[in-house]
């Protein structure tokens, strides 16, 4: 199959069959709810493990928790609560929205704060390699010790700095020494949570904990990284930097795929502009096979804008595609699906291609009504239909999500544990 490479800008070719594919893709920051922009996120990434596990490989995927940032640490006292709380609150809720979304759960589910001893083995050797710096009680990373640094975005250097301060950079920190240069260790201010460093204590930058779970789970390489296309820069650059420096590789992941953000109202769906659709608002009227689907019809890769006309038109394809799968099967010639599934797959082998694929699955839902009608046996093409289904995540009337996916959601919510 072809996938889109950030980082080459290329279509590249991958060969799933029969290996093992370790995809880490970056998670939450819990300190609130779900919105359809995470949602299509993860959901582009499940149709990417469904559809290679279709393809015959072993999927060994890693999500992670950044449950100590700026973010939960400014977010919990507004709220009455304090960061852990407020993060294994939001955590549990966004595992219930994708429960509820039928979305395949990661097979390691780390959250930063498990990770903190191997950050600081991580710091401490990059420290020692020449591309970090301590001062103050902070770590930085010395962005000018890495030539390759904007190989991920492809950002000019001069253009580099004013994206970073949008997204979290502290130019005017007077530790550092060059403004790009970014935390790796935050030394400990007043009212924030800490832990013990060689450096005194403090807490892990945002970039180096995705570096330090990464490594922790899969060792210096991986076959795939993913995230929302706003990580793209600063956060993959960075944690490019730090993985390929402190393991002495030549690369970090193979294929660095970035799921399209989605607008709303004419901007960017985000917290900071409260222009957001909220998956659990969409799950009390609207069936989670019709976000599936409705997801689906979008391209990964193509920035997209939410509206609810459009939403509401799958409505009427979801029902249809659920009474195929369920139509009565006759004893009259057996229905074949070679064509449909060649084009079902060409569809998903070309950067997954989902909106194609799903044309593919609504025209069969089509054939399979008007078979069904005239007495054909159905039956094996309803198997594959629902199997291929499922390759996007619908149901198709059966009742809830599959049960390994609730039980692998409920084993990783154990180790977030609300009141
Ligand atoms: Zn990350």
Not at 229 to 252: K, R, S
Request: a negative charge; proline letters at 6%.
């Amino acid at each position: 199959m072809k996938l889109y490479n950030t980082e080459s800008r290329e279509l590249e070719t991958f060969d799933p069959q029969g290996k093992p594919v370790r995809l880490y893709v970056c998670g939450i920051t819990p300190y609130d709810t779900t919105h359809l922009g995470h949602a299509a996120t993860y959901c582009a990434f499940d149709v990417l493990v469904r559809y290679l596990e279709y393809r015959g490989a072993t999927v060994n995927y890693c999500e992670n928790v950044t449950d100590i940032d700026d973010d939960t640490i400014r977010e919990a006292p507004k709220r009455g609560t304090n960061w852990r709380d407020l993060g294994n609150y939001w955590t549990a809720h966004f595992m219930r929205d994708m429960i509820a979304l039928n979305v395949r759960p990661p097979d390691h589910y780390p959250r930063a704060t498990e990770t903190i001893a191997e950050i600081i083995e991580f710091d401490r050797v990059l420290i020692e390699k020449g591309c970090a710096y301590e001062s103050g009680g902070s770590v930085y990373f010395s962005v000018n010790s890495y030539p390759k640094f904007g190989q991920l975005s492809h950002i000019p250097k001069e253009e580099m700095l004013a994206i970073a301060n949008e997204r979290g950079n502290f130019p005017d920190d007077p530790k550092k020494r060059d403004p790009l240069d970014f935390v790796l260790w935050q030394a400990h201010a007043p009212g924030e949570p800490s832990w013990d460093s060689p450096w005194g204590p403090g807490r892990p930058g945002w970039h180096i904990e995705c570096s330090a779970m990464n490594f922790k789970t899969f060792g210096p390489t991986i076959e795939i990284h993913g995230g929302g296309a706003d990580l793209v820069f600063p956060h993959h650059e960075c944690e490019i930097a730090q993985t390929v420096n402190f393991t002495g590789e030549d690369y970090f992941a193979r294929i660095w795929m970035h799921a399209a953000m989605v607008g709303y109202m004419g901007e960017k769906m985000s917290k900071s502009l409260g222009n957001l659709v909220m998956v659990s608002d969409l799950l009390k009227t609207y069936a989670p096979d019709q976000i599936r689907l409705f997801l689906a019809r979008h391209h990964y890769r193509k920035p997209w804008e939410f509206t609810f006309d459009e939403f509401r038109a799958e409505i009427a394809a979801c029902e249809r595609m659920q009474q195929a799968a369920n139509a009565p099967s006759g004893d009259g010639a057996v229905m074949d699906v070679s064509d449909a599934r060649a084009r079902f797959e060409d569809a998903l082998d070309n950067d997954l291609d989902s909106p194609a694929a799903v044309r593919v699955l609504c025209e069969l839902a089509d054939t399979l009504l008007e078979y069904s009608d005239a007495g054909r046996n159905v039956q094996a093409a309803q198997t594959w239909f629902r199997r291929a289904a499922g390759i996007i995540g619908l149901r198709l009337g059966a009742y809830g999500p599959e049960a390994r996916v609730r039980a692998g959601w409920e084993t990783h919510m154990m180790r977030f544990p609300t009141e």
